[in-house]
């Protein structure tokens, strides 16, 4: 079960961390999740009969752990592995074709991109940025035990942080001058230890959750004292105390769910559904927070090495973030390989000019827009879509109940056999739109003559594609297109509004990351 343990300068934190009212809004796909908060969330018109813009004719051989894209109208930045340089690759919004490439980073996470197209990237080891142009400012080198680490994220106020699975946060200005930085150390049943993050980090304002796991000193493995941690942490630009923890959860072991069996004499045999995989899922850990709602939303797979220990569980938590105790919504049984939410806000603000770093041209990561409308209803909040651990079932879910509004087969939409491979996305022209969908898939057995009638039936040519990505709105599927060269999709796939640039004929872009382990590729989809 869960225990709520709130640290003593709780109190404290939450008088200290105000939020800033916003001054713009998020252009793009600037980071992980498309969103500061990890929501797989961006706002562009949703192309109305999807087909291929343009395929990236860069060589790509296999990124490990692929996470996709960043972008906006000015840039795009995936990560690559090139015949002699396996850093960043920028791609031109309208072609496709290949700007620059980034010689110094071996293999790093996603970075973060500017409203320009300037990015701060890192692979652990180094942390550097790069104009839109491929300049390249001074590269500041990391301690060792920073590597490795997860995606970079950043605050409303333009602070920049990073987590390094060794157990530490790390934050900088938006100048490339060392913000702070703290350890995560604890103690479980008497035995020292440190809380390593397990997952990429997500923010709210200046509020980043940040889901940990506990390894005993002296080990690799959580070994049977089992326990993961979501730290709720201000970032704050002020002179002392500038990474704040305000307040800690703990997710402890829980005891497994007893299984239906029979016995037959001496031998006990479980029930299994006819359908169900030998082989258990594998159900990634993932935090993901609604701006608009401060919910914050934990999928939770049973801790590691927990001799048959099972946990899974997924979790809503309210922050209100005015006082010092968070409020648990719900808990569900429910095994999630990705979530994502539609993301109304995302608001920040233009950070103070500095000069003091060696990057001064970096940011803001906000478009100015007079004409937004702030504010949501809570009691209209987004509801959470989901796919399930096992890549065959998308989910609608209550964003403040839990309980599953709507469940789609994937294999039943495509009439035809098919799991999910790509991160979920959604996406809507404005607040009052519906939500739209967008992923990609594989038919296990390729297609099959009733998914080739209904590739014709949106107007689309016969493809003995085994690889496809998909638009839909609600629950119908709109169109279908066929992958570059049938290589599964995967990570995030990133949304560029582009109708706002000078360049009349440029449509919205879905920008696509493909691969497997021989080739990459990628492209758009308007």
């Known amino acids: 079960?869960?225990?709520?343990?709130?640290?003593?300068?709780?109190?404290?934190?939450?008088?200290?961390?105000?939020?800033?009212?916003?001054?713009?809004?998020?252009?793009?796909?600037?980071?992980?999740?498309?969103?500061?908060?990890?929501?797989?969330?961006?706002?562009?018109?949703?192309?109305?009969?999807?087909?291929?813009?343009?395929?990236?004719?860069?060589?790509?051989?296999?990124?490990?752990?692929?996470?996709?894209?960043?972008?906006?109208?000015n840039n795009i930045v995936c990560q690559s592995n090139g015949p002699r340089e396996v850093g960043y690759i920028s791609i031109d919004v309208a072609s496709g074709n290949l700007m620059w490439r980034d010689a110094i980073l071996r293999f790093p996470v996603l970075p973060?991109?500017?409203?320009?197209?300037?990015?701060?990237?890192?692979?652990?080891?180094?942390?550097?940025?790069?104009?839109?142009?491929?300049?390249l400012k001074p590269v500041i080198h990391m301690s060792d035990w920073v590597y490795p680490i997860f995606s970079l994220s950043i605050t409303e106020d333009s602070i920049f942080m990073f987590v390094s699975k060794n157990g530490y946060i790390i934050s900088y200005f938006p100048d490339g001058v060392p913000h702070?930085?703290?350890?995560?150390?604890?103690?479980?049943?008497?035995?020292?230890?440190?809380?390593?993050?397990?997952?990429?980090?997500?923010?709210?304002?200046?509020?980043?959750?940040?889901?940990t796991q506990f390894i005993p000193e002296g080990q690799k493995e959580p070994g049977n004292l089992g326990m993961q941690r979501l730290y709720a942490v201000d970032i704050i630009p002020r002179m002392v105390d500038r990474l704040h923890i305000s307040w800690v959860i703990n997710f402890e072991m829980e005891a497994p769910t007893p299984r239906k069996f029979n016995n037959r004499g001496n031998v006990v045999f479980f029930d299994q559904d006819p359908e169900e995989d030998t082989a258990s899922p594998v159900v990634p850990p993932r935090v993901m927070v609604n701006p608009d709602t401060d919910y914050v939303y934990v999928s939770l797979p049973a801790p590691?090495?927990?001799?048959?220990?099972?946990?899974?569980?997924?979790?809503?938590?309210?922050?209100?973030?005015?006082?010092?105790?968070?409020?648990?919504?719900?808990?569900?049984?429910?095994?999630?390989?990705?979530?994502?939410?539609?993301?109304?806000g995302s608001n920040g603000q233009q950070q103070e000019d500095r000069t003091d770093g060696p990057w001064k041209e970096f940011g803001p990561l906000w478009k100015t827009d007079k004409n937004r409308e702030l504010g949501v209803d809570i009691d209209g909040a987004s509801s959470v879509w989901a796919v399930d651990a096992k890549k065959k079932t998308i989910l609608e879910i209550s964003p403040s109940s839990g309980n599953i509004l709507k469940s789609l087969n994937v294999s039943q939409l495509l009439q035809a056999k098919a799991v999910v491979t790509s991160d979920l996305m959604v996406t809507r022209a404005d607040k009052k739109d519906e939500d739209h969908l967008v992923f990609a898939v594989t038919l296990v057995n390729g297609?099959?003559?009733?998914?080739?009638?209904?590739?014709?039936?949106?107007?689309?040519?016969?493809?003995?594609?085994?690889?496809?990505?998909?638009?839909?709105?609600?629950?119908?599927?709109?169109?279908?297109v066929p992958t570059v060269e049938d290589l599964p999709g995967v990570g995030q796939i990133a949304g560029i509004k582009t109708h706002d640039s000078t360049e009349d004929d440029l449509k919205d872009l879905y920008v696509v990351f493909a691969g497997d382990d021989k080739s990459s590729v990628v492209f758009g989809i308007h």
């Open 447 to 480: 297609p099959s003559t009733a998914f080739h009638s209904l590739l014709k039936s949106f107007g689309g040519d016969r493809s003995d594609n085994k690889n496809y990505v998909i638009q839909m709105k609600g629950d119908t599927v709109e169109w279908v």
């Open 1 to 73: 079960m869960a225990s709520e343990l709130i640290t003593p300068l709780a109190i404290l934190g939450a008088l200290v961390c105000i939020p800033v009212s916003g001054q713009g809004i998020i252009d793009g796909c600037p980071s992980y999740g498309c969103r500061p908060s990890g929501t797989f969330s961006f706002s562009l018109q949703p192309p109305t009969n999807g087909s291929l813009a343009w395929k990236s004719s860069v060589f790509l051989g296999p990124v490990p752990g692929a996470l996709g894209c960043v972008g906006n109208a």
């Open 304 to 344: 590691a090495d927990a001799n048959g220990v099972v946990g899974t569980k997924f979790w809503a938590i309210k922050d209100n973030q005015t006082t010092s105790k968070p409020e648990i919504l719900f808990k569900k049984n429910y095994a999630l390989s990705s979530m994502a939410t539609y993301e109304v």
């Open 180 to 211: 702070a930085q703290i350890p995560l150390p604890g103690e479980l049943q008497q035995v020292n230890g440190t809380f390593h993050p397990i997952s990429t980090p997500v923010i709210s304002g200046r509020r980043a959750y940040i889901l």
């Open 112 to 135: 973060i991109m500017d409203i320009y197209g300037d990015v701060i990237g890192s692979d652990g080891h180094s942390l550097l940025m790069y104009m839109d142009d491929g300049s």
